[in-house]
């Protein structure tokens, strides 16, 4: 849905959301170091399970970063839903105006 937006307006949803774009990129990591270790585990040894401490907290870090993943994830879905984005309106330009105060970037191209 931001690919439906002026540039503009993505800025914006970047800015909005950019909480929830670093806990994806965490959870991709924890993810993929986790299912390598598995893989390197099994690689080594693929008649018996080894289970090792490092393992055993990628796992748990991996879990937890999972379970915010998502519902972040949930929660930026249902906001995108929101139409205001979308439509010039008020909302829109005083969301410009405190973003330009704050930052002080001219979002003019």
């Given amino acids: 849905m931001m690919f439906n937006t002026s540039v503009f307006q993505v ?3 970047l800015e909005r959301f950019k ?3 670093m806990l994806c ?4 990591t924890l993810s993929i170091s986790f ?3 598995v893989v390197s ?6 008649n018996s399970l080894t ?3 490092v393992l055993q ?3 748990v870090f991996q879990r937890v970063a999972a379970v915010l993943y998502y519902y972040f994830y949930k929660r930026t879905t249902e906001c995108l839903g929101d139409p205001r984005p979308y439509d010039d309106s008020v909302w829109l330009r005083d969301s410009f105006a405190r ?5 002080g970037r001219d979002w003019r191209i």
């Fill in 57 to 59: 907290v990628l796992s």
């Fill in 51 to 53: 289970w090792t401490n």
């Fill in 99 to 103: 973003a330009r105060q704050r930052g």
């Fill in 41 to 46: 585990l099994r690689w080594l040894e693929s």
């Fill in 19 to 21: 909480g929830s774009l």
């Fill in 25 to 28: 990129a965490i959870y991709l």
């Fill in 35 to 37: 299912h390598c270790s």
């Fill in 11 to 13: 800025a914006l949803l």
